[in-house]
């Protein structure tokens, strides 16, 4: 069966926040077997990413994302 990334790329817009990562995460892992790793850095796949962050921060991340940067990055 094959990911269809358009929808999954327009999930970061939708009023409810989808609870189920695991599309998302084969989303990505399709896209890359398609287009190949650099496709990772397409506009399309960061939507992607974006619904997995969101997933894990809240939709709230944009205002807390540089601040969780500096705190991800302290201990490094």
Known sequence: METDLNKLEKAF??????C????????IKE???R?????????QAK???YV??????GQLFKIYSLK???RLSEDL
Not at 13 to 18: G, I, V
Not at 20 to 27: A, H
Not at 52 to 57: A, D, G, H, W
């Open 52 to 57: 997995l962050i969101m997933q894990s921060y």
């Open 31 to 33: 896209g890359v077997k």
């Open 13 to 18: 817009m939708e009023a409810s926040l989808p």
């Open 68 to 70: 969780e940067y500096v």
């Open 20 to 27: 189920n990562p695991l599309p998302f995460l084969n989303g």
């Open 47 to 49: 939507r992607i990413l």
């Open 35 to 43: 287009n190949g790793t650099d496709w990772i850095k397409s506009d």
